[in-house]
């Protein structure tokens, strides 16, 4: 089935730890994001990619990083964790930078320690 | 930057009453989208509005674009218990397209 996946499905990490969360997609979209979700904020976006090869920062960048080599593949990388980075991570996708639906994963809860 | 901002940010309803969420961007917006997410799940999409003064709907859920481009809302008429989770709204920021998302109702409502 196409769609968009990501790993882990929940983590307790240590503070002060590096973390990679993993989202991959099969549905050949060009734009990806990584949002964070905290009750009462909302969705925020922390990094996003129009197209393999470019990523731009977010509202919400400092502590990650990603990477884009493909089209499929953008992991979002916390180098040391803190417990304010504790969330529920989302990684989305769509066909094209401007216009049109974003699909979804099934999200990363994270809990930092 | 660009900032989303919705309202209410909870709302508790009657099952069979109305209810209405506002969107309302710091800046232009080409298009707008709209977004719900069940309790304990992902945001799926339900719609995307394009032109000015733009309307629409889909069975109990009207959509609208404000003739600005900068405000849209959503109506659902009768609510029923499958309409429970949080709905977003999300627009993308002009310059580099980048989808930002307002900040959500959450919307529960009582048998």
């Known amino acids: 089935i196409a769609g968009i996946t990501q790993a882990p499905t929940s983590q307790i990490l240590a503070a002060g730890r590096r973390m990679t969360l993993r989202c991959t997609q099969d549905m050949r979209h060009n734009a990806m994001y990584w949002y964070r979700q905290d009750l009462g904020l909302g969705l925020r976006l922390i990094h996003y990619?129009?197209?393999?090869?470019?990523?731009g920062k977010g509202e919400v960048p400092d502590g990650y990083s990603v990477s884009r080599a493909n089209t499929d593949d953008f992991p979002l990388t916390l180098a040391s964790a803190v417990p304010s980075q504790t969330s529920v991570y989302f990684c989305a996708s769509r066909k094209t930078a401007g216009g049109t639906e974003a699909f979804f994963g099934q999200g990363t809860r994270l809990t930092v320690v | 930057g660009q900032q989303v901002m919705q309202i209410p940010q909870y709302q508790h309803v009657q099952e069979g009453e109305d209810f209405t969420t506002y969107c309302n961007s710091s800046t232009t917006l080409s298009n707008i989208q709209w977004y719900k997410q069940r309790p304990g799940g992902h945001p799926v999409f339900l719609i995307q509005?394009?032109?000015?003064?733009e309307v629409k709907k889909q069975k109990r859920l009207t959509f609208q674009f404000g003739e600005a481009k900068k405000n849209s809302s959503l109506h659902i008429t009768a609510t029923q218990t499958t309409d429970v989770g949080t709905y977003f709204c999300a627009g993308p920021n002009g310059a580099t397209n980048k989808l930002i998302f307002g900040t959500g109702t959450l919307l529960a409502v009582q048998p």
């Open positions: 990619s129009n197209t393999a090869g470019t990523t």
């Open positions: 509005l394009v032109k000015s003064g």
